[in-house]
T-cell receptor, first 115, second 114 residues
Framework: AQTVTQSQPEMSVQEAETVTLSCTYD???????LFWYKQPPSRQMILVIR??????QNATENRFSVNFQKAAKSFSLKISDSQLGDAAMYFC????????????FGKGTRLSVIA | DVKVTQSSRYLVKRTGEKVFLECVQD?????MFWYRQDPGLGLRLIYF???????EKGDIPEGYSVSREKKERFSLILESASTNQTSMYLC?????????????FGSGTRLTVV
């Protein structure tokens, strides 16, 4: 069975600085998708970024980028120029390419942003 | 604006009550999911459904059941609520047949059982 591990329960970053959240996963599949979701205090889960495993190029969405290392099964999220609104729980998630199995989530990392 | 709507944001119920949590999506998604979220435990899958009248157990189905009579609606039922079911419950939906788009989530129901 696939598993997703987020080893940092909590992290903090100064406003305008850069922070990296770690995620590792375990799978025997060769083709799959990886996601980072953000859950702010409002509780609404928001998709931050998505990576397709067969694409070597790391995904980027504005200030958010990933470092995808397929051989190492690592999928870290980098937030540049951190803003107060980035404070949230961040969940890493894995899904098979077919989508016929549920997303597998990590336990989350709580990010605090210090003004 | 596409949506997954959970009927209650906060709910307080007594031990032993039968509790219904409702989730409705307007995106014509085939798949629907119920998770519970607890601090330090992340999101744990309770039940999911790939089609009307179909259901599959997730990782923690004990004490719960579900109903999916229409494509857009997926209900989570606590047959006899207990205090250890106090939690945040998240509903989500997605298209079937591709994992590309992840989920669309509802905004959660925080259930307290007293």
């Amino acid at each position: 069975a696939q598993t997703v591990t987020q080893s940092q329960p909590e992290m903090s970053v100064q406003e305008a600085e850069t922070v990296t959240l770690s995620c590792t996963y375990d799978t025997s599949e060769s083709d799959y998708y990886l996601f980072w979701y953000k859950q702010p205090p409002s509780r609404q889960m928001i998709l931050v970024i998505r990576q397709e495993a067969y694409k070597q190029q790391n995904a980027t969405e504005n200030r958010f980028s990933v470092n995808f290392q397929k051989a190492a099964k690592s999928f870290s999220l980098k937030i540049s120029d951190s803003q107060l609104g980035d404070a949230a729980m961040y969940f890493c998630a894995y899904r098979t390419r077919s989508g016929n199995t549920p997303l597998v989530f990590g336990k989350g990392t709580r990010l605090s942003v210090i003004a | 604006d596409v949506k997954v709507t959970q009927s209650s944001r906060y709910l307080v119920k007594r031990t032993g009550e039968k509790v219904f949590l409702e989730c409705v999506q307007d995106m014509d998604h085939e798949n629907m999911f119920w998770y519970r979220q607890d601090p330090g435990l992340g999101l744990r899958l309770i039940y999911f459904s790939y089609d009307v009248k179909m259901k599959e157990k997730g990782d923690i189905p004990e004490g719960y059941s579900v109903s999916r009579e229409k494509k857009e609606r997926f209900s989570l039922i606590l047959e006899s609520a207990s205090t250890n079911q106090t939690s945040m419950y998240l509903c989500a939906s997605s298209f079937h047949g591709t994992g590309a788009y992840g989920y669309t989530f509802g905004s959660g129901t925080r259930l307290t059982v007293v």
